[in-house]
């Protein structure tokens, strides 16, 4: 069965303190993987798709890289204004996305 | 353009009540879905549409209908609401059937008492 599974559900950073978003997935025949950003009360924004292992894009402090198991969401020197749940999501092309359950991340400043 | 819309933003229903989820989109996709999202669970697919006139299901289709007459509109009736459909409803829209990135509508937040 297709799964995603994201780690950790939480993470509270300081100002400036890099971390990274971890996404692992089970897809069979993997045809996209998927970063998105959600704030309270509203719907997911897009971020990032990636295509196969050994890509990377980017996106201000925002760096995101795909392996053949996991994919990562790197934030580096973060605001507070960075602060949201990022989910990740993967499709293998049969017409369904499968989402992991997101990180919160909250940063303070 | 105005992107994924959706309404009512916020609904509020007794068990065995009956509504229609609106959602439009103004950006030509072919792909639309729906979801709910619920604590701890992440975004269940419910149904989706690959173009209009073709619907199919998709995690957590029972009690849930949708058709797709137009391109723009892709409504989701709840037949009899019932507690366990209180959720939060989002609609998304993709440029094309699978591996392209997802566009959301704010989302509903329906409560069934």
């Known amino acids: 069965e297709d799964q995603v599974t994201q780690s950790p559900e939480a993470l509270r950073l300081q100002e400036g303190e890099s971390s990274s978003l971890n996404c692992s997935y089970t897809v069979s025949g993997l045809r996209g993987l998927f970063w998105y950003r959600q704030d309270p009360g509203k719907g997911p924004e897009f971020l990032f798709t990636l295509y196969s292992a050994g890509e990377e894009k980017e996106k201000e402090r925002l760096k995101a890289t795909l392996t053949k198991k996991e994919s990562f969401l790197h934030i580096t020197a973060p605001k507070p204004e960075d602060s949201a749940t990022y989910l990740c999501?993967?499709?293998?092309?049969?017409?369904?996305?499968?989402f992991g359950t997101g990180t919160r991340l909250k940063v303070l400043a | 353009n105005a992107g994924v819309t959706q309404t009512p933003k916020f609904q509020v229903l007794k068990t065995g009540q009956s509504m229609t989820l609106q959602c439009a989109q103004d950006m030509n996709h072919e792909y639309m879905s729906w979801y709910r999202q619920d604590p701890g669970m992440g975004l269940r697919l419910i149904h989706y549409?690959?173009?209009?006139?073709?619907?199919d299901q998709g995690e957590v289709p029972n009690g849930y209908n949708v058709s797709r007459s137009t391109t723009e509109d892709f409504p989701l009736r709840l037949l009899s609401a019932a507690p366990s459909q209180t959720s939060v409803y989002f609609c998304?829209?993709?440029?094309?059937?699978?591996?392209?990135?997802?566009?959301f509508g704010p989302g509903t937040r329906l409560t069934v008492t």
């Open positions: 999501a993967a499709t293998s092309g049969t017409y369904k996305y499968i």
């Open positions: 998304a829209s993709s440029r094309q059937v699978s591996s392209y990135e997802q566009y």
């Open positions: 549409s690959v173009g209009a006139g073709i619907t």
